[in-house]
């Protein structure tokens, strides 16, 4: 070859890896925004984004275990499935408010909590607080940077009789020393839950 091939070859290559490199970038940056609002898979994303979990009755929690069943003198059942840890340092409580009374439910305003930071937010469970008797601390709802409580959000007004209302709250994970924790929820008595992971 001499040098001339050598130098068309050579702009060959580079404008096949010029090419290659745009056609990988246009499809890396392209695709369907309609999943941008779901929930992140993983508890190490970034708190502005946990904010954007699934809310009201999109968030299902698993039921196959109760850990406590509460109820108020309005005939609303609290019923928690789960505490878990994660490896983020994260507990996610999740359960559903069942209404087993004859009339429909309004859900209170104190539900959402009296911090003025997030009443901007609407409806949530911002109230709910975790309590470690034994560690003497007492765990609240995790906000994302909007000051948004990385709780169920925005649900309806009220629970029809017979209907459920499905919930997560998210908190700071407790020592892993600690097993247990005291929830605690207005309306509601409290109760001790076991903590899992």
């Given at each position: 070859m001499n040098s001339r091939q050598v130098r068309n070859a050579r702009r060959v290559g580079v404008a096949a890896l010029l090419a290659s490199t745009l056609v990988?970038?246009?499809?890396?940056?392209?695709?369907?925004?309609?999943?941008?609002?779901?929930?992140?898979?993983?508890?190490?994303?970034?708190?502005?984004?946990?904010g954007k979990q699934p809310t009201g009755g999109d968030t299902l929690p698993d039921r196959s275990?109760?850990?406590?069943?509460?109820?108020?003198?309005q005939g609303v059942e609290m019923v928690v499935y789960s505490a878990k840890r994660d490896s983020g340092g994260f507990l996610t409580v999740s359960g559903d408010f069942k209404n087993t009374g004859g009339q429909s439910f309004t859900t209170p305003l104190e539900w959402s909590g009296q911090e003025e930071a997030v009443a901007n937010t609407g409806p949530s469970l911002a109230a709910m607080t975790l309590v470690d008797s034994l560690g003497k601390k007492r765990y609240y709802v995790l906000r994302d940077t909007d000051n948004r409580p990385l709780t169920t959000t925005k649900y309806p007004s009220s629970i029809e009789s017979g209907k459920?209302?499905?919930?997560?709250?998210?908190?700071?994970?407790?020592?892993s020393s600690t097993s247990k924790v005291d929830l605690q929820f207005p309306g509601f008595p409290n109760a001790t839950i076991e903590i899992s992971g």
């Open positions: 990988f970038s246009v499809a890396a940056c392209g695709g369907d925004d309609k999943g941008s609002d779901k929930a992140p898979a993983s508890s190490s994303d970034t708190g502005k984004d946990r275990e109760t850990l406590a069943t509460l109820k108020n003198d459920s209302l499905n919930f997560f709250a998210q908190f700071p994970a407790p020592p």
